[in-house]
């Protein structure tokens, strides 16, 4: 199952958002698409250990029922809470979407060849600890499905 998971982040998941109209709304939060996919990439460079965290907010009590939802199937909730976002969305960083997306597809290939290079790897995310590669595929695809959902795009397919 996640070498499907896998496959779908490294070739359907950039593809679906180019096809997505950069003044497409979203179905809820405040970001806008550019703004989504930068925070993508921004949450694939933690899942690769570019961007390290050394503190999990997740209280320890909690961390098991974290990692259970992380492993289940359930999807992420609509406006699900990120205590590291600000309240309003961060300015853009790229020039454009088709940048965004380009640096996006980078932190994808850099997560994979990272994993690649040291299949033992453990990432420490932010909200559910540290993270194997499997753990840490699981969470991408996920997330890029919920953010998918959020500009209305539905894969029949994991």
Avoid at 27 to 48: C, N, P, V
Avoid at 75 to 81: I, K, L, Y
Avoid at 96 to 118: G, H, Q, T, W
Avoid at 131 to 154: D, R, W
Wanted: net charge neutral; no cysteine.
């Amino acid at each position: 199952m996640n070498a499907e998971k896998a496959a779908f982040l490294q070739s359907r998941f950039v593809p679906l958002l180019q096809e997505i109209p950069t003044e497409t709304p979203a179905a809820w939060g405040k970001m806008t698409l550019q703004q989504m996919i930068e925070h993508f990439a921004d949450y694939t460079r933690i899942a690769s250990g570019k961007v390290a965290h050394t503190e999990i907010l997740t209280p320890p009590e909690q961390l098991d029922k974290a990692r259970a939802f992380l492993e289940s199937e359930k999807p992420f909730r609509e406006n699900t809470p990120n205590p590291l976002m600000p309240e309003t969305p961060a300015p853009v960083r790229n020039p454009s979407k088709a940048e965004a997306i380009k640096e996006l597809k980078k932190e994808l290939d850099d997560f994979f060849a990272v994993f690649e290079k040291n299949k033992l790897q453990v990432t420490r995310n932010p909200f559910f600890g540290d993270l194997t590669y499997e753990q840490n595929v699981q969470l991408l695809h996920k997330h890029a499905l919920h953010h998918l959902k959020q500009f209305g795009v539905s894969p029949l397919s994991p």
